[in-house]
Nanobody, 118 residues
Framework: QMHLAESGGGLVQSGGSLRLSCAAS????????FAWYRQAAGVQRELVAS???????NYVDSVKGRFTISRDNANNSVSLQMNSLKPEETAVYYC????????????WGQGTQVTVSS
């Protein structure tokens, strides 16, 4: 079983920055895709950004130019640099990994709260 542990959430003022990190631990897995999702109260969870094993990235339109996802394959970790944060981006942010063991499986972190004050 693989585990994902997020860190870096917190409270920031509108226009501020935060960096989220997520480290995978447990059995040796080949991680195909890392991603960050977020879920605000009463809203469906949405994909914020993803990165493939080769470094190809994808962002939801609303964060393009402000957020940057990166990964460290040697350490099985992923980060999300968030700049110019907006109050409407207040949410619980979840780390996600699609990893290969004896087949592909999906893994989720426990989530980290990001609160952007106006």
């Amino acid at each position: 079983q693989m585990h994902l542990a997020e860190s870096g959430g917190g409270l920031v003022q509108s226009g501020g920055s935060l960096r989220l990190s997520c480290a995978a631990s447990g059995r040796a897995f080949s991680i195909n895709t890392f991603a960050w999702y977020r879920q605000a109260a009463g809203v469906q969870r949405e994909l914020v950004a993803s990165i493939s094993s080769l470094g190809s990235t994808n962002y939801v339109d609303s964060v393009k130019g402000r957020f940057t996802i990166s990964r460290d394959n040697a350490n099985n970790s992923v980060s999300l640099q968030m700049n110019s944060l907006k109050p409407e981006e207040t949410a619980v942010y979840y780390c996600y990994a699609k990893a290969w063991s004896s087949g592909y499986s999906n893994y989720w972190g426990q989530g980290t709260q990001v609160t952007v004050s106006s």
